[in-house]
């Protein structure tokens, strides 16, 4: 089946620092998305995001399926944005189930 | 939209009891939901995958008599935890996706048991 890898697994920034986090998936995909989860466990959709680049606010995100890869950005980083950070990978085999990647934990320090 | 709720947020329970977790998704159907487990700095682990009016699908290495879904309408999915045991405690997450757009999951809040 699909490996999905995230990178790095932790992160540690000072308030107002970028950062980018990477997905890496070892087979084709028709979909991604990725997710906040917060200190509570609950998972928040950022981006639905297969292919090219989306931008929420501060969240930006980057899909090169044919390069099996996908970045998040975080602008100006601040300390709600603390969590674990998931991408989530479908692959076109005719099932709708998402693999998870392995997460990167962010803390984001005052 | 697209709100998803978990019932209860936290149980406890005995060792050889059964609990059961509601899914709902509150502002849209869902034919297909997902049942998760999540074990601490973990990432989360699909179990089964829930179709409205049919049997669920389980992954492989999960037990289908231990874990009970049941997909009865197109707004709930429960799932039971039968003769629970304490490596049964875990954060068990669901998900829903819209019918006739399977492209986005929609997350609940999860549920935490805690067997004794």
């Known amino acids: 089946g699909i490996q999905v890898e995230q990178s790095p697994p932790d992160l540690i920034l000072q308030e107002g620092a970028n950062s980018t986090l990477r997905c890496n998936f070892s087979d084709s995909v028709n979909n991604l998305q990725w997710f906040h989860q917060n200190p509570w466990g609950q998972l928040i959709n950022l981006f639905y995001i297969p292919s090219g680049t989306k931008q929420n606010g501060r969240l930006s995100a980057t899909t090169v399926a044919t390069e099996r890869y996908s970045l998040l950005y975080i602008s100006s980083s601040q300390t709600t944005d603390s969590g674990v950070y998931f991408c989530?990978?479908?692959?076109?085999?005719?099932?709708?189930?998402?693999?998870f990647g392995t997460g990167t934990r962010l803390k984001v320090l005052a | 939209g697209a709100v998803v709720s978990q019932h209860p947020s936290w149980v406890i329970c005995k060792s050889g009891t059964s609990v059961k977790i509601e899914c709902r998704s509150l502002d849209f159907q869902a034919t297909t939901m997902f049942w998760y487990r999540q074990f601490p700095k973990q990432s989360l682990m699909l179990m089964a995958t829930s179709n409205e009016g049919s049997k669920a699908t389980y992954e492989q290495g999960v037990e289908k008599d231990k874990f009970l879904i049941n997909h009865a309408s197109l707004t709930l999915s429960t799932l039971t935890v039968t003769s629970a045991h304490p490596e049964d405690s875990s954060f068990y997450i669901c998900s829903a996706v819209r019918a006739g757009d399977y492209n986005e999951q929609f997350f609940g809040p999860g549920t935490r048991l805690t067997v004794l």
């Open positions: 989530a990978v479908r692959a076109p085999s005719g099932t709708y189930k998402y693999i």
